[in-house]
């Protein structure tokens, strides 16, 4: 892809071993307090990073795994965690979105919407039809993010023939207990900022989550499956989408 540029920062496809290890010290300050984050993903996914055209660390970065159709599934990262019936279904190329991340105490937002960007010229090049991931809630107790599971469950569940499965014991299920997920406007806005930023920007593409949660250990997470279907997406969403990646 050719690189997006707007004012100072530039989007591009990472290249080579420099580029790589630039991305993996921006995830291991944003998901490990500094530790190394790579895993055997890495080698099988494309690196999307944003960077300061004056020089400097990675700004924003994010991984991606195109596959064929759905029924590739069972290669991707999300399919260690989750059964999901449906997925097989899906003919067109599907891409799994992964340790999407801003460099810490990052307040411009220019980066990240840079990234979202590029991220939208790269799916409608290569036709894909559906992105999906897992989205991560920091802190792995399940009782910690219940009003935002609860809102969830109400509001923003996939529908059959979508199920989801964790693939382990232990799986949290998402549910609504009678008016909890609601609670009023001033409830359910309270439990909406409980929700994290980046699963607040796919619930805005029309983005619906899996009927179970899983505790990540490795990371101190809860993460829920996440599914956008391109072709579902509110018109003024993919539009604006469209526009930052230079497609207007």
Same mark, same amino acid.
């Given at each position: 892809?050719?690189?997006?540029?707007?004012?100072?920062?530039?989007?591009?496809?990472? @290249?080579?071993?420099?580029?790589?290890?630039?991305?993996?010290?921006?995830?291991?300050?944003?998901?490990?307090?500094?530790?190394?984050?790579?895993? /055997?993903?890495? #080698?099988?996914?494309?690196?999307?990073?944003? @960077?300061?055209? %004056?020089?400097?660390?990675?700004? *924003?970065? $994010?991984?991606?795994?195109?596959?064929?159709?759905?029924?590739?599934?069972?290669?991707?990262?999300?399919?260690?965690?989750? @059964?999901?019936?449906?997925?097989?279904?899906?003919? #067109?190329?599907?891409? @799994?979105?992964?340790?999407? $991340?801003?460099?810490?105490?990052? *307040?411009?937002?220019? /980066?990240?919407?840079?990234?979202? %960007?590029?991220?939208?010229?790269?799916?409608?090049?290569?036709?894909? %039809? $559906?992105?999906?991931? $897992?989205?991560?809630?920091?802190?792995?107790? /399940?009782?910690?993010?219940?009003? #935002?599971?609860?809102?969830?469950?109400?509001?923003?569940?996939?529908?059959?023939?979508?199920?989801?499965? *964790?693939?382990? #014991?232990?799986?949290?299920?998402?549910?609504?207990?009678?008016?909890?997920?609601?609670?009023?406007?001033?409830?359910?806005?309270?439990?909406?900022?409980?929700?994290? /930023?980046?699963?607040? *920007?796919?619930?805005?593409?029309?983005?619906?989550?899996?009927?179970?949660?899983?505790?990540?250990?490795?990371?101190?997470?809860?993460?829920?499956?996440?599914?956008?279907?391109?072709?579902?997406?509110?018109?003024?969403?993919?539009?604006?989408?469209?526009?930052?990646?230079?497609?207007?």
């Amino acid at each position: 892809m050719t690189a997006l540029e707007r004012g100072r920062y530039a989007a591009r496809l990472a @290249e080579g071993p420099g580029d790589l290890a630039a991305v993996l010290a921006l995830r291991a300050r944003a998901f490990r307090d500094g530790a190394d984050d790579r895993d /055997p993903w890495d #080698a099988r996914c494309l690196h999307l990073l944003v @960077e300061n055209r %004056g020089g400097g660390p990675v700004a *924003a970065a $994010c991984r991606l795994l195109l596959l064929p159709s759905g029924a590739d599934f069972a290669q991707s990262y999300s399919a260690q965690f989750y @059964e999901v019936d449906g997925m097989s279904a899906l003919s #067109a190329p599907v891409a @799994e979105v992964g340790r999407l $991340c801003t460099a810490p105490g990052l *307040a411009d937002p220019d /980066p990240i919407r840079l990234l979202w %960007g590029a991220l939208t010229g790269l799916l409608g090049a290569r036709g894909v %039809g $559906c992105l999906f991931g $897992c989205t991560s809630f920091r802190g792995g107790d /399940p009782a910690r993010h219940r009003p #935002a599971l609860d809102l969830l469950a109400g509001r923003h569940l996939l529908q059959p023939p979508w199920q989801v499965r *964790a693939r382990r #014991a232990g799986g949290v299920r998402l549910r609504s207990d009678g008016d909890r997920q609601g609670d009023g406007a001033e409830g359910a806005a309270m439990a909406w900022q409980g929700i994290p /930023p980046l699963l607040r *920007a796919y619930l805005a593409m029309g983005g619906r989550v899996g009927q179970e949660a899983v505790i990540d250990r490795d990371l101190d997470t809860l993460h829920v499956f996440t599914l956008v279907d391109v072709a579902a997406m509110p018109a003024g969403r993919l539009a604006a989408l469209q526009a930052l990646a230079g497609r207007q």
